[in-house]
């Protein structure tokens, strides 16, 4: 049966068309013909125009099949794509719910194996495992004191405990080698009496405390040459290779700072050349104060040491000398005497030279001082009380024990080495050539005083420089003081020179433009012309 509507294929005894909703009334089969006049649709053709409503129907009927034959095939298309479309929601949901069954069934079967394991294995624990936070000391408190500190930082470490500290103890001088990083104390999470295989929470605080040196506190006094012209840079101080500050050319300065006990090189390096440099080692084991004179060259800066002064507790029967020997040179020698017993010496013995002829030299002048041997201590050095001193001075030929056939009379000579003068006229320091030089240093500075050119020539030897300084004499004499300016295109700057003491040539006093005096002595003349005669002059 077909429903009338829609033309859909019904079952005979359907009601309502299950397509299209339509009701279903029983009607009779259409005869033969009819059938067979439905294989084709004519409008106005086969029927009757007197028989209007029969001919209507039967056009419906016409129409009616055309439209069943239509839509029989889209709802067939339909039922084809709603198939296809269930298959493959079905097949999702199924393999969906395939795997979630599986995925099930493996957790209980995991669950159920690990339990048959943990059987198998006489597992008795029914609650979860929990992380160990605990650790065991190594070793009881007491015997970790006196160990090497990193060797115990790494026991406790291995033993589990996970904050580990040390501290130092900076109290050791240089005579306790044998306490360095060795342990004083040991606590865990703040209990210091603890037992070997004591058990604590692993994150408790370990604090090792060992001991060190102690810092050494020093001080240097720089004491800075300044050149007339050339090589005229600033300098750096390097410690150990750590910059210490920079020295400008020719100011004295002074640097503090505190450091482990120690050698140190101290390195002083031309400011704009690393090259140029010169340096000193220090040895550092107690606070102490040193002092170093530096001059500046073109290839070098020369560095020496005036002294190194420990400022330590002495020893009993130490006594540590407080100046270079070179101070006390052509000082009298019971001056000298009397400051080496202040500083506590006792064993003080004496070498005379009789060998002052022309009164050139005062009497008990001292040419050395000497200390169990050294000629060149310095000061800070240290010596036993009783160490043997020798002081060595001059006295006239004439008091000499050992000579009683020499004539007391003058000698008719009386002629000078330093000078063209004889010793009266020289007294006067007005006229004549003169010479002096310096002593002590690591090379020797010249002074020709020429009052007959109006000339005073100053030079170095041995340092390297081939130059001469020419300056013209402005006023005086060398008893009240003379006059030199240098001329150094805008800077114009005036030095004095002046006997030492009125009427005694033999020691010359330079006073320079900052106030300082620098001494000189006298020496041959001779010698001093030839060692100028080799250098290249220039006027000022």
């Known amino acids: 049966m077909k429903c009338s509507k829609c033309g859909a294929d019904l079952s005979e005894d359907a009601k309502f ?5 339509n009701r279903i009334e029983a009607s009779p089969e259409p005869p033969e013909e009819e059938k067979a006049a439905d294989s084709t649709i004519s409008y106005g053709y086969g029927y009757a125009p007197s028989d209007e409503p029969a001919q209507k129907t ?15 095939e889209r709802p067939s298309n339909q039922k084809s794509k709603l198939s296809t479309y269930g298959k493959i929601v079905a097949a999702t949901i199924a393999a969906f719910v395939f795997l979630s069954l599986v995925a099930l069934l493996a957790g209980k079967i995991g669950s159920g194996s690990a339990g048959r394991s943990d059987a198998l294995r006489g597992s008795s624990t029914t609650e979860p495992s929990t992380a160990v936070s605990t650790a065991v000391v190594p070793h009881r408190a007491a015997e970790c004191v006196g160990q090497e500190y990193s060797t115990v930082k790494n026991e406790f470490r291995s033993a589990g405990f996970t904050n580990v500290s040390v501290e130092k103890i900076e109290d050791l001088k240089i005579t306790e080698a044998e306490k360095v990083n060795a342990v004083e104390s040991i606590s865990v999470g703040g209990n210091a009496d603890f037992s070997k295989g004591q058990e604590f929470d692993k994150s408790d605080e370990v604090i090792i405390r060992y001991h060190v040196y ?42 503090e700072f505190s450091v482990d006990p120690g050698e140190y090189t101290l390195i002083f390096e031309n400011e704009d050349s690393s090259s140029v440099k010169g340096e000193v080692t220090l040895t550092v084991d107690c606070d102490l104060e040193a002092s170093y004179k530096i001059s500046c060259f073109n290839d070098k800066v020369s560095v020496e040491t005036l002294y190194v002064d ?34 506590g010496f006792t064993n003080i013995k004496y070498e005379i030279l009789y060998d002052i002829t022309l009164g050139l030299t005062s009497d008990g002048t001292v040419k050395s ?4 041997g050294q000629t060149e201590f310095i000061r800070g050095n240290v010596f036993p009380a009783d160490a043997e001193i020798v002081i060595t001075y001059h006295m006239p030929e004439e008091d000499d024990p050992n000579n009683p056939h020499i004539e007391s009379s003058s000698p008719t000579d009386t002629s000078v080495s330093y000078s063209t003068n004889d010793m009266e006229t020289a007294k006067n320091g007005n006229s004549g050539v003169f010479s002096y030089k310096s002593i002590g240093g690591i090379y020797d500075v010249y002074w020709i005083i020429d009052f007959d050119e109006g000339y005073v020539y100053t030079f170095c030897d041995g340092n390297g420089d081939t130059t001469c300084d020419r300056l013209k004499i402005d006023s ?8 030199i300016t240098y001329h150094d295109y805008d800077d114009i700057w005036s030095y004095g020179l002046h006997f030492k003491w009125r009427n005694q040539p ?4 330079l006073l320079d433009n900052d106030g300082f005096e620098l001494d000189f002595y006298p020496t041959s003349l001779e010698n001093a012309l030839a060692v100028r005669q080799s250098k290249t002059i220039h006027d000022y």
């Open 58 to 72: 039967q056009w419906e009927a016409q129409a009616s099949k055309l439209q069943v034959r239509k839509t029989k």
């Open 476 to 483: 005086g004499n060398l008893n009240d003081g003379l006059i």
């Open 17 to 21: 068309c299950s397509y299209c909703g």
């Open 214 to 255: 102690e810092k050494c506190n020093v001080t240097l006094h720089i004491d800075f040459v300044p050149n007339l012209m050339f090589s005229k840079y600033n300098v750096d101080l390097l410690v150990n290779d750590i910059n210490r500050g920079t020295l400008e050319h020719g100011e004295d300065k002074d640097f």
């Open 369 to 372: 001082v000497s200390i169990a």
């Open 310 to 343: 420990r400022l330590t507790e002495l020893a009993e029967g130490e006594v540590k000398v407080d100046v270079a020997a070179s101070e006390y040179e052509y000082k009298n020698y019971e001056e000298v005497t009397t400051a080496l017993k202040t500083l």
């Open 506 to 509: 033999d020691h010359l006093v």
